[in-house]
């Protein structure tokens, strides 16, 4: 009787949210590309060219554009993650390039991203899972650097599980419970899943979610504690 009676009431909730999802997706579209100034990003490629030495593969990012409206539907100083990756030559290095997630991307990852540079990230956009430059990705108001305090082996892995997920299109209804469309938060947690403790995770409007800036108040949290998970890179 219970399934009998469920039934009608979950097949509303799909049919309402199916009808939903498209118009919410081209909401966000289009309000991740509003800004509400036209003077371009503190960080400039010749900042950034005198920090890009300290980064190492495995890093995340944490990036902030000001005056754009998707910031103030996300909580937080911090609306956006990203994982550093390294050029081909580090993918190398660590003895994962041979491995079948990696292999049949790396002519397009060792491609150059469409600014001309160097492809040195992967990262969860409204395109979707794609590799892009630092010089693009970084181009940003506010940057912080974190760096997991990992092997190299356990780094290898998750940048091995990040490129498993590039291709899939970008979550708009912010699902942490499913794979198949991720977001940029969910693209880092799902690469260190098990090896970073992100739990419990923070619950959103009802969704349990990862905002980015709860990354930085991890960090925050446990920056004075021997078995801390990240160290501090740069601001």
């Not at 970008?170 to 690469?191: G, H, I, M, Q």
Request: net charge neutral; glycine share 6%; charged share 30%.
């Amino acid at each position: 009787p219970r399934r009998f009676i469920d039934s009608p009431l979950d097949l509303l909730e799909r049919t309402a949210f199916n009808a939903w999802f498209p118009f919410q997706k081209d909401v966000a579209i289009q309000m991740s590309r509003l800004r509400g100034t036209d003077r371009d990003m503190f960080i400039t490629p010749q900042l950034l060219a005198r920090h890009v030495d300290q980064l190492q593969p495995g890093d995340i990012l944490l990036e902030r554009r000001n005056w754009y409206m998707t910031n103030a539907g996300i909580p937080g100083f911090w609306p956006h993650a990203a994982l550093y990756v390294g050029r081909t030559e580090d993918l190398r290095r660590l003895g994962i390039a041979n491995r079948p997630e990696i292999k049949g991307k790396l002519r397009e990852y060792g491609a150059k991203a469409p600014d001309g540079h160097d492809h040195t990230v992967i990262e969860a956009v409204s395109e979707g899972v794609i590799f892009n430059s630092l010089t693009h990705s970084m181009h940003a108001d506010y940057v912080a650097v974190l760096r997991p305090r990992l092997s190299d082996r356990e780094i290898g892995e998750a940048i091995v599980r990040a490129f498993s997920h590039h291709g899939k299109p970008y979550d708009f209804d912010f699902n942490f419970e499913t794979a198949d469309k991720l977001v940029c938060t969910e693209l880092v947690y799902r690469s260190y899943q098990g090896m970073l403790n992100f739990t419990p995770l923070p619950e959103v409007m009802g969704r349990k979610t990862l905002p980015a800036v709860e990354i930085a108040r991890k960090f925050v949290k446990e920056r004075s504690k021997e078995d801390r998970d990240f160290d501090f890179v740069l601001f």
